[in-house]
């Protein structure tokens, strides 16, 4: 498959592999804390008392785990510009995978209010306690 010389060409260029590397890095944890914020907030709204909040989350959940990543990059990078917005392209992958990534996210912080038990919502009422202070 590879012989010597490929490897030797490989070990040559190492520091675009390094720095290939240094950006997957940069991207990848800049898209986990964008993911991780508007999942929390995405997943509190989404079992919140109002009816067209939830219905906004849902539609926000179920547009971003239905289409793939892929698409979303590709309208990122090619589609905005035709708008007269142009992003470079860390920021487009941050964008695009913080934002589909933090719709499942959001799943999860969801079931987790879900998975409440009510008895304890309703102790909690009882004790005085608001919606939100109970989350």
Same mark, same amino acid.
């Given at each position: 498959?590879?012989?010597?010389?490929?490897?030797?060409?490989?070990? &040559?260029?190492?520091?675009?592999? +390094?720095?290939?590397?240094? $950006?997957?890095?940069?991207?990848?944890?800049?898209?986990?804390? =964008?993911? #991780? %914020?508007?999942?929390?907030?995405?997943?509190? =709204?989404?079992?919140? /008392?109002? @009816?067209?909040?939830?219905?906004?989350?849902?539609?926000?959940?179920?547009?971003? &785990?239905? @289409?793939? !990543?892929?698409?979303? +990059?590709?309208?990122?990078?090619?589609?905005? /510009?035709?708008? %007269? *917005?142009? #992003? /470079?392209? #860390?920021?487009?992958?941050?964008?695009? #995978?913080?934002?589909? @990534? %933090? +719709?499942? *996210?959001?799943?999860? *912080?969801?079931?987790?209010? $879900?998975?409440?038990?009510?008895? $304890?919502?309703?102790?909690?009422?009882? &004790?005085?306690? @608001?919606?939100?202070?109970? !989350?």
């Amino acid at each position: 498959m590879f012989d010597l010389e490929d490897w030797l060409r490989l070990l &040559q260029d190492w520091r675009y592999f +390094a720095e290939g590397l240094g $950006q997957t890095v940069k991207a990848s944890g800049l898209a986990l804390l =964008l993911a #991780l %914020g508007i999942g929390v907030v995405v997943g509190v =709204l989404s079992v919140a /008392p109002w @009816t067209p909040v939830r219905r906004l989350t849902r539609v926000y959940v179920e547009f971003f &785990q239905n @289409t793939p !990543l892929v698409v979303h +990059a590709f309208f990122l990078y090619y589609g905005l /510009p035709h708008l %007269g *917005i142009s #992003l /470079p392209v #860390l920021a487009v992958g941050v964008l695009a #995978l913080g934002v589909y @990534t %933090g +719709a499942y *996210i959001s799943e999860v *912080i969801r079931a987790g209010i $879900q998975s409440i038990h009510r008895g $304890q919502l309703g102790g909690g009422y009882s &004790q005085g306690f @608001t919606y939100p202070r109970l !989350l």
